[in-house]
């Protein structure tokens, strides 16, 4: 075998494995960026839904702490989930969402709960739980938007139309 030979068949073989190891990479990097994709966009359904119940949850408080001296009950829509949806949103949030994000959102729930619980138990008086509702469950609220809006990088400001600019992750993290 003369030299152009062996040239030939090293570049046709180079050529080869090139022809078949790019599109392999190019649909595993592919795949990665929609199974990205696809669970950014479940986060995004996820913490909407987690901020609507924590928020109902606090509506709900207040409106019923309001309720107990009241001589005739004052009109109210209630937005909470029923018991099921709640468990769905809860198994929901462990499948998808941060350990950080569940913990806040926990942190929420257990606040309305041990708040509702100390007044109707005699505990705590309705000024003392409307305080501590809008102490306790407003600083785990707020919390909780932060560490969802980090996550989401929902603060970073937009690309420039047109542009292949990237946000430097150092500053989002």
Known sequence: MDI??????????????VALVVPVQAFKFALRQE??????????????DMLVEAHAEQQWLTWWLANQ??????PF???????????????????????KVNRLFNTVQAAVGRIH????????????????LRLEAGRAQDAL???????????????????TWL???RRAS
């Not at 152009?4 to 494995?17: G, K, N, P, R, Y």
């Not at 950014?40 to 913490?47: D, F, H, M, P, S």
């Not at 938007?145 to 542009?163: K, N, V, Y």
């Open 4 to 17: 152009q030979t062996a040239i030939s068949m090293a570049s046709l073989l180079v050529t080869a494995s």
């Open 35 to 48: 199974q990205v994709r696809l669970l950014r966009e479940q986060r995004v359904a996820l913490y909407a």
């Open 69 to 74: 001296d009241a001589s005739e009950e004052l």
């Open 77 to 99: 829509e209630d937005t909470r989930l029923p018991a099921l949806e709640r468990a769905r949103l809860g198994a929901r949030g462990t499948a998808v969402g941060s350990a």
């Open 117 to 132: 619980l100390l007044n109707a138990t005699g505990r705590m008086g309705r000024d003392t739980a409307l305080m501590q």
């Open 145 to 163: 938007e932060a560490a969802i809006r980090a996550e989401l990088r929902s603060d970073m400001p937009l690309p420039p139309s047109g542009s």
């Open 167 to 169: 946000p430097d992750r």
